[in-house]
């Protein structure tokens, strides 16, 4: 009994001391970081100050928007039209050429050198946005909406991959395993051991990407790489206001229409 | 019909699942083995088809030696072996003729089959399969929609449709209650007598196996520790098989049936 409470209370003591041990570390790591995340505020330049000071121009800015000037708005809806089809054709084409690179980098099913070898590849094109590709693309083949595509096609690519590869090493191994049982050849086990646990996910993929690709491509009419964009920066620079509110307004109304459809469907898919 | 030599089965890095196994099973039996979840019963039987790849040791198909054969030689005997499992391993979001299907797919021409075509005759054969588990009527259902010992029944009926000489069942009712148990095994009793297929069946159960099994092969810790008929099966191989450090629970299981 008494060596018992001699153990315990020797436990506690070394509890405490852990304790106070944990909170020096805490400090050490905290104080560094918080003054490194405030250098990072000074060289960011951020300061309520400047941001209160440039409040009334922002006021103006709005006010200049006001009303919208829907005299532009056949060029508005034309441009919303170019960016959702080339989020559409770059989105699908990509969603195709995705589909073997997500084989061949789920670990499941790729052996190991294939697996590593794509895997990389795509992670390293993963790290580069459509904006990046745009340009590229555009100095590459010239201005229009074919460059945007292009640009859509292969960041979309890269990270359906990604998506599909993870949802492959996530299906049940058992339907694969019997389906080998039966004596079906590889092909005939992906196609039916793996593909219908994984078509659902994939085509939910495809729709939140093209929602994505949708607000993406917006942006991409100012490198030159068609759409929407264009216009927007165009009227931007002319100071037009009234013009890019309206085209903006379409582009919301878009976009939102888009994401309605798209997440309803996509509900009923899983 | 089968015959299995000193098959052997290390998992990396060390853990011996298998240790030198020597069984023949001829035509039309009905062999259960039996064992503790981890005796090695379903390496045994997965090692079979070669879905687990064997260390060492050899199985042999109708004197071919399976150990050895090529990837085609080796699905011309996987398609005569069907094979159901504790989880029924159907494909959920497919429909339950799909799943039936998937038993033809060993015969079925590569690229037709790739597009989900089968032939009039494989359609015709799976449905009679479904038939005969007593799932007429559940062609067009999705297979998640069913029940435990529905989709087992499945499973069954795309082990038919195989037409195969040999069905292993891996604990084809561990996941279902003692009724459904009952059924299960009637239905695979039925189908080697009737059928004349040889059933080389996994279970832990002690009271199922000594129910069904003409023939029952005792497993522990990857060693065969019996092999005979039911009625010779005494207590003290019980409790060999059973009985042991590992369990408490096993090993007054085993007391009570040995006293």
Known sequence: MTSRTVEQSAIDRLKIAQKRRNRLYFYLVSIPLLALYGWFLWETEVSLFRLRRGLPWMADFLYRMVPPDFSVLQSALRGAFETFQIAVVGTTIAALLALPLGFLSARNVASPNIFYAVRSAINFFRSIDTMVYALLFVAAVGLGPFPGV???????TTILAKLYSEAIEDIDPGPVEAITATGATRLQVLRFGIIPQVLPLFVSYLLYRLETNIRAATILGFVGAGGVGFYIQTYLRMMNYPAASCILLVLVAMVMAVDFGSSRLRKRLI | MIEVRDLTKIYPPDKLALDQVNLKVGAGEFVIILGRSG???????????????????????????????????????????????????????????????????????????????FSVEDELLALECLEQVGLAGFSERRADTLSGGEQQRVAIARALAQRPRVILADEPTASLDPRLTQTIMDILKRINKEKDITLIVSQHQLEVAMEYAERIVGLRSGRVLYDGSVSDLGPEAIEAIYGGEEGRDDQSNSRTVGH
């Open chain 1, 150 to 156: 292009l640009a859509v096609i292969t960041y979309t």
């Open chain 2, 39 to 117: 005796a090695g019963k379903s390496t045994l039987l997965r090692c079979l088809n070669r879905l687990v790849e064997p260390s060492g040791g050899e199985v042999f198909w109708d004197g071919m030696e399976v150990t050895a054969t090529s990837r085609e030689g080796l699905r011309k005997v996987r398609r005569e072996i069907g094979m159901i499992f504790q989880q029924f391993n159907l494909v959920k979001r497919a429909t339950v003729l799909e799943n039936v299907l998937a038993g033809r797919l060993g015969y079925a021409g590569a690229l037709k089959s790739l597009f989900g075509r």
